[in-house]
């Protein structure tokens, strides 16, 4: 068992996305703090073993749940099941998500369609369902994993920063308007992070290769997420020179556009 956080014990946190990556170590950290961990993703083998691994570092009981947040009638049936079992959800980790480098004009339209479903439309669905339980009781928290490409896009992300962009407005616009009920949203901005995420994404496998020291822990991103939550947090942005690149960017944005073309175009 891991350090208890009072704030965070027997709180039941429901984590999509959570066989792998970035979703299985923020799953690891808020069992270490002794929630109860609620893991939803499509792998059903690797899920089973993120829940085994959160009891033992809980001491308290996980659950994991087979759902495709891209699929909204497999949403629709599952998040019912999940709070008929488990009980309210004090805090949501949206987590799953995709990501493919591609050319704008090469992209396929069944791509575009899926990446959307997964990251935004999947994203609303399951939000809705959770805050209307949370608006109800006057707590919890929304915690959102968008992408500094959400801030800045550059080549070959056109559709997936476009995914995240969107996740940044709703997550902001969903802010003010569950704020006075008590319910906290963040917004994680994080730049690369070392996961499988890459394996899809980038098809040669070149660019954490090429990012280097700039590329994150996800331990470290899951430490930060896991202790923002039930705290009034607005946004996590990491890496610090990422997050600087960002701000410069809304200052000086057709040195932006330039930069963000040549220098920081590593894919």
């Excluded at 960017?249 to 040195?255: A, E, G, M, S």
């Amino acid at each position: 068992m891991g350090h208890v956080d009072q704030r965070l014990k027997g709180k039941a946190v429901l984590i999509t996305g959570a066989s792998g990556g970035l979703g299985e170590q923020v799953a690891y950290e808020a069992a270490r703090r002794g929630a109860v961990v609620i893991g939803a993703a499509r792998g059903g083998d690797r899920l089973n073993e993120v829940r085994e691994r959160c009891t033992e570092l809980s001491g308290g009981p996980a659950y994991a749940y087979l759902l495709d947040v891209g699929d909204s009638r497999q949403v629709s049936k599952v998040l019912p099941e999940i709070m008929n079992e488990v009980g309210p959800i004090d805090v949501l980790v949206n987590n799953a998500g995709f990501g493919l480098f591609e050319q704008a004009l090469d992209t396929p339209q069944n791509t575009t369609e899926d990446m959307f479903r997964v990251n935004v439309l999947g994203l609303i669905q399951i939000t809705q369902s959770i805050a209307l339980e949370m608006r109800r009781r006057r707590t919890g928290h929304i915690i959102n994993i968008s992408s500094q490409a959400g801030k800045v896009a550059t080549p070959k992300s056109a559709v997936y920063a476009a995914t995240k962009f969107a996740v940044r407005g709703y997550s902001d616009a969903l802010r003010l308007e569950l704020g006075p009920y008590g319910i906290h949203v963040t917004t994680v901005n994080p730049g690369p992070i070392a996961t499988e995420f890459f394996s899809k994404a980038d098809k040669d496998s070149s660019y954490l290769a090429k990012l280097d020291r700039w590329v994150l822990d996800p331990q470290v991103v899951a430490g930060k997420i896991v202790a923002s939550m039930l705290t009034r947090k607005r946004e996590i942005n990491l890496p610090l020179v990422m997050e600087v690149g960002t701000r410069l960017y809304v200052l000086f944005p057709r040195l932006g556009d330039y930069l963000a073309s040549t220098l920081f175009n590593w894919k």
